[in-house]
């Protein structure tokens, strides 16, 4: 939730209105989450630009997470992998936010 905010807050950065940034924020978190992520075809399998994204998007490791608590029962030791690279994502992405926004005048 908070990559996917993050994503909002730096693509409100470039657009003109709040209903354009809502719009583009879901274009880009759903289209590449179900495509990329792993949840159709697994991301080993995907090739080119394709396996770029699923290795640099935060909803792979969240899928990877997701699969592991529900369906195997593993640890937070046995997914500490996949919290790392969700816990970069967070800074990175609210950094580039805070870079790119306008400031007002008052």
Same mark, same amino acid.
Do not use: N
């Given at each position: 939730?908070?990559?996917?905010?993050?994503?909002?807050?730096?693509?409100?950065?470039?657009?003109?209105?709040?209903?354009?940034?809502? +719009?583009?924020? @879901? $274009?880009?978190?759903?289209?590449?989450?179900?495509?990329?992520?792993? &949840?159709?075809?697994?991301?080993?399998? !995907?090739?080119?630009?394709?396996?770029?994204?699923?290795?640099?998007?935060?909803?792979?490791?969240?899928?990877?997470?997701?699969?592991?608590? +529900?369906?195997? @029962? $593993?640890?937070?030791?046995?997914?500490?992998?996949?919290?790392?690279? &969700?816990?970069?994502?967070?800074?990175? !992405?609210?950094?580039?936010?805070?870079?790119?926004?306008?400031?007002?005048?008052?």
């Amino acid at each position: 939730v908070t990559a996917t905010t993050a994503m909002g807050l730096f693509l409100s950065t470039f657009m003109s209105s709040q209903i354009a940034a809502i +719009f583009g924020t @879901a $274009l880009i978190t759903m289209i590449p989450a179900t495509q990329y992520s792993g &949840m159709i075809d697994p991301v080993s399998s !995907l090739q080119g630009v394709g396996a770029f994204v699923g290795r640099i998007y935060p909803t792979t490791y969240f899928v990877t997470i997701s699969r592991g608590v +529900f369906s195997k @029962a $593993l640890s937070f030791a046995d997914l500490s992998g996949a919290f790392v690279p &969700m816990l970069v994502a967070i800074p990175v !992405l609210l950094g580039l936010g805070a870079a790119f926004l306008k400031k007002q005048a008052r």
